[in-house]
């Protein structure tokens, strides 16, 4: 089963998910800005990625550009700002069997469907 961490309105977002549909598998859709992630999800979702919780952050939203820009943030204030401020997750996340992927793009997704 392949878990995706969706915002319906993000065009990256929703062809991951068509690809996800088109390869078969059950798929779990979690719309994270109506229910975001905890900062135990997003601390995993990190480790999973392979990645600082920084690098999960979408620096070019508003709020990012608002509240956060030129501050140094600890990896468990980046999570606490995620939460937050959910917008500011990085998308689509696609989990399968405890490995995580950014799926921007289908060449980002093969590490994931295959």
Same mark, same amino acid.
């Given at each position: 089963?392949?878990?995706?961490?969706?915002?319906? %309105?993000?065009?990256?977002?929703?062809? +991951?998910?068509?690809?996800?549909? @088109? #390869?078969?598998? @059950?798929? #779990?859709? &979690?719309?994270?800005?109506?229910?975001?992630?905890?900062?135990?999800?997003?601390?995993?979702? &990190? $480790?999973? =990625?392979? *990645?600082?919780?920084? !690098?999960? &952050? %979408?620096?070019?939203?508003?709020?990012?550009?608002?509240?956060? @820009?030129?501050?140094? =943030?600890?990896? +468990?204030?980046?999570?606490?700002?995620? &939460?937050?401020?959910?917008? =500011? *997750? $990085? %998308?689509?996340?696609?989990?399968? !069997?405890?490995?995580?992927?950014?799926? %921007?793009? @289908?060449?980002?997704?093969?590490?994931?469907?295959?």
């Amino acid at each position: 089963m392949y878990t995706i961490y969706h915002n319906p %309105r993000c065009g990256a977002s929703r062809e +991951a998910l068509k690809i996800l549909h @088109e #390869r078969g598998g @059950e798929v #779990r859709i &979690v719309e994270y800005l109506q229910n975001c992630p905890s900062k135990v999800e997003l601390k995993s979702l &990190v $480790e999973k =990625l392979g *990645i600082k919780a920084e !690098d999960l &952050v %979408r620096k070019k939203e508003p709020v990012f550009k608002e509240k956060y @820009e030129g501050k140094t =943030l600890t990896s +468990a204030q980046w999570i606490t700002a995620m &939460v937050n401020d959910p917008i =500011l *997750i $990085e %998308r689509p996340i696609i989990v399968r !069997d405890g490995v995580a992927v950014i799926g %921007r793009g @289908e060449e980002e997704m093969e590490k994931i469907l295959s």
